[in-house]
């Protein structure tokens, strides 16, 4: 069954790209939004993603299917009481958000129990609020759907289906796995990182020596780092139990890594980075799982006025778009010093094509 109706409370990046998709794929659904910026909702009129803008949770939204909840982590918290009265029959309430222990201890045994089914899109960005929504988001990542015990079954399968339709790929978890299993491919990565960025900001000379010579290896691994620091702080505070849990085991890890290296235990190192490559090299492609979809390429460029605005006119001209572009200043583990980003897998291999047809050197990850 699909719905007439959506509702989203909430139109930041994870809202707002839900909803741009929607009105992707499925764009006779009716899609309206209520969100604390203005601004947003104004954009999203603009583009004609949203047909309404609310001013709060009014009855507009008591004729949904599906409603959205997609405010940082503690504010969705906060609407589920003003909600509740809203939910019609067969409505589904969800949310968004990476951590699902609160939310499901909160609605369970309430009136909002029936109607809830916890969601996690498991794609993002280092960049956040709307203007950064896409309607590609979805594409090809795993959606974590979290059930309340209380939810009829066929409901569950319904909104998984869903899901599926917005080419996503839906997963079925209790809510305490989930909450473990995000914890450690996510939560602990994105601590690990800001600590690491941190420490070499407080390392650092006068001169910033070590943030000019930062390159690809220390880039690569930091980049979650530039994340909203609001939303991180949300989940360390909701997901504290599993997250603490994680971090004692990694320093323990730490603890016996830094042993080794001190006793010069040769086999022990061997073993530690062998192990870590082969099961990093084990994982899915990027695209399929938590890892967002990229097409990207590196091309060799001659160093001369105009080279790069050369070869964005040879895309252009072939209907290419850009998602992104930049230079690569430091070499480290990259080839090709330009670097550029695609929104779909059809333009990377057409512009692969193209480039290679007028000498440039391309190289594919």
Same mark, same amino acid.
């Given at each position: *069954?699909?719905?007439?109706?959506?509702?989203? +409370?909430?139109?930041?990046?994870?809202?707002?790209? +839900?909803?741009?998709?929607?009105?992707? %794929?499925?764009?006779?659904?009716? $899609?309206?939004?209520?969100?604390?910026?203005?601004?947003?909702?104004?954009?999203?009129?603009?583009?004609?993603?949203?047909?309404?803008?609310?001013?709060?949770?009014?009855?507009?939204?008591?004729?949904?299917?599906?409603?959205?909840?997609?405010?940082?982590?503690?504010?969705?918290?906060?609407?589920?009481?003003?909600?509740?009265?809203?939910?019609?029959?067969?409505?589904?309430?969800?949310?968004?958000? #990476?951590?699902?222990?609160?939310?499901?201890?909160?609605?369970?045994?309430?009136?909002?129990?029936?109607?809830?089914?916890?969601?996690?899109? *498991?794609?993002? @960005?280092?960049?956040?609020?709307?203007?950064?929504?896409?309607?590609?988001?979805?594409?090809?990542?795993?959606?974590?759907?979290?059930?309340?015990?209380?939810?009829?079954?066929?409901?569950?399968? =319904?909104?998984? &289906?869903?899901?599926?339709?917005? !080419?996503?790929?839906?997963? *079925?978890?209790?809510?305490?796995?989930? &909450?473990?299993?995000?914890? #450690?491919? #996510?939560? $602990?990565?994105?601590?690990?990182?800001?600590?690491?960025?941190?420490?070499?900001?407080?390392? &650092?000379?006068?001169?910033?020596?070590?943030?000019?010579?930062?390159?690809?290896?220390?880039?690569?691994?930091?980049? +979650?780092? @530039?994340?909203?620091?609001?939303?991180?702080? /949300?989940?360390?505070?909701?997901?504290?139990?599993?997250?603490?849990?994680?971090?004692?085991?990694?320093?323990?890890?730490?603890?016996?890594?830094?042993?080794? %290296?001190?006793?010069?235990?040769?086999?022990?190192?061997?073993?530690?980075?062998? @192990?870590?490559?082969?099961?990093?090299?084990?994982?899915?492609?990027?695209?399929?799982?938590?890892?967002?979809?990229?097409?990207?390429?590196?091309?060799? *460029?001659?160093?001369?006025?105009? !080279?790069?605005?050369?070869?964005?006119?040879?895309?252009?001209?072939? /209907?290419?778009?850009?998602?992104?572009? !930049?230079?690569?200043?430091?070499?480290?583990?990259?080839?090709?010093?330009?670097?550029?980003?695609?929104?779909?897998?059809?333009?990377?291999?057409?512009?692969?094509? $193209? $480039?290679?047809?007028?000498?440039?050197?391309?190289? =594919?990850?």
């Amino acid at each position: *069954m699909r719905p007439e109706k959506i509702g989203f +409370i909430g139109l930041g990046l994870i809202g707002g790209s +839900i909803a741009k998709t929607i009105r992707r %794929i499925h764009p006779d659904i009716t $899609l309206i939004a209520y969100d604390t910026n203005p601004e947003t909702l104004s954009l999203a009129l603009q583009e004609q993603v949203i047909s309404t803008a609310c001013t709060g949770l009014t009855e507009e939204f008591s004729s949904c299917r599906y409603i959205f909840l997609c405010a940082p982590v503690q504010k969705n918290l906060d609407f589920l009481e003003t909600v509740a009265p809203l939910l019609g029959d067969g409505c589904i309430l969800t949310d968004v958000g #990476s951590v699902k222990a609160s939310i499901h201890q909160q609605v369970a045994g309430t009136s909002l129990a029936p109607h809830f089914i916890g969601g996690h899109p *498991m794609a993002g @960005s280092e960049k956040n609020g709307y203007q950064n929504a896409t309607p590609y988001l979805l594409e090809n990542a795993y959606y974590i759907i979290t059930p309340s015990p209380e939810a009829d079954r066929a409901l569950a399968e =319904e909104f998984q &289906d869903f899901t599926a339709s917005l !080419g996503a790929i839906p997963i *079925m978890l209790d809510y305490q796995e989930h &909450d473990f299993v995000t914890a #450690s491919i #996510s939560h $602990l990565p994105h601590i690990l990182a800001s600590s690491l960025v941190n420490l070499v900001k407080d390392l &650092d000379n006068s001169e910033g020596l070590m943030k000019r010579v930062a390159a690809g290896g220390f880039r690569d691994i930091t980049r +979650i780092a @530039s994340s909203s620091p609001v939303m991180w702080q /949300q989940i360390c505070l909701t997901n504290r139990t599993q997250i603490l849990k994680l971090l004692d085991a990694f320093i323990a890890s730490l603890e016996q890594t830094k042993g080794e %290296i001190a006793a010069s235990g040769e086999a022990y190192l061997f073993g530690f980075f062998q @192990s870590a490559k082969d099961y990093r090299d084990s994982l899915p492609l990027t695209g399929s799982g938590p890892l967002p979809q990229v097409y990207e390429l590196y091309c060799d *460029m001659v160093d001369e006025a105009g !080279g790069i605005a050369a070869l964005a006119t040879i895309l252009a001209t072939n /209907q290419i778009s850009i998602k992104n572009i !930049g230079i690569i200043h430091n070499r480290e583990f990259e080839d090709g010093v330009l670097h550029i980003e695609f929104y779909e897998e059809s333009a990377l291999s057409e512009a692969i094509a $193209l $480039l290679r047809k007028y000498h440039y050197t391309v190289y =594919e990850r």
